[in-house]
């Protein structure tokens, strides 16, 4: 079986102080409602573990209710850390995960295509991610004021999720950073961390994650499906 974690317990800072972005109401439903829904639909999925702030437990559950989502889940609480509210998702998961995809709950917009081949490409070797090619020129500073150099963007990518993993490794990669005492901000720097390679997978339909108020409009523009 495989399960998923959808990551909703970070505070959204960015979006100005109390709101949450993950109950933002777009295209006739809260952000984390879509999010959700894509990976009730998703076949590959069997499990999903939403990882939420204390205070939030029952405003998630509540949601389950309205919406009527179908597949076994459960709600469990976060960390100080994006990667502690991994590690409790992981601890949650059934004892017949094999692959885990661990996504972002603002990013309301994945296709099932997409979860699906990341978990296919997990399969085959241990971790993807999504991803897309950076197209914009991109600059390096120092001081924020003036550019020191131009970066190569024919070798980078901007990464996204789902990152989807063989448990094993992801537990194994998330020990060793505990271990360490490191803190990341992706899941697949801690495979990185371990020597773990970890597969692309071309994100070709725009997959965003609400972050500031300006990012709703689009988003409901490809959740109406209107472009």
Known sequence: MNSAILVAAGKGSRMGAGVDKLFLEVAGRPVIAHTWQRFDDVPCIGEIILVVRREMQTAFAKLATQHRFHKPFHIVVGGAERQDSVWHGLEALSSAAEL?????????????????????????SGAAVAAQPVTDTLKESADGRFIQRTLDRSRLWSVQTPQTFRVEVIRRALAE?????????????????????????????????VTVPGDLPFIETLLKGTI
Request: proline letters at 7%; a neutral charge; one cysteine or more.
């Open 177 to 209: 950073v505990r271990r360490r005492g490191l803190v990341f901000t992706d899941d697949t720097a801690a495979c990185e961390l371990i020597g773990q390679p970890v597969r692309l997978v071309s994100s070709v339909a725009p997959n965003p994650k």
């Open 100 to 124: 885990v995809a661990i996504q972002d709950a603002a990013r309301p917009c994945t296709n099932g295509e997409l979860i699906a081949a990341t978990v296919k490409a997990a399969e085959e």
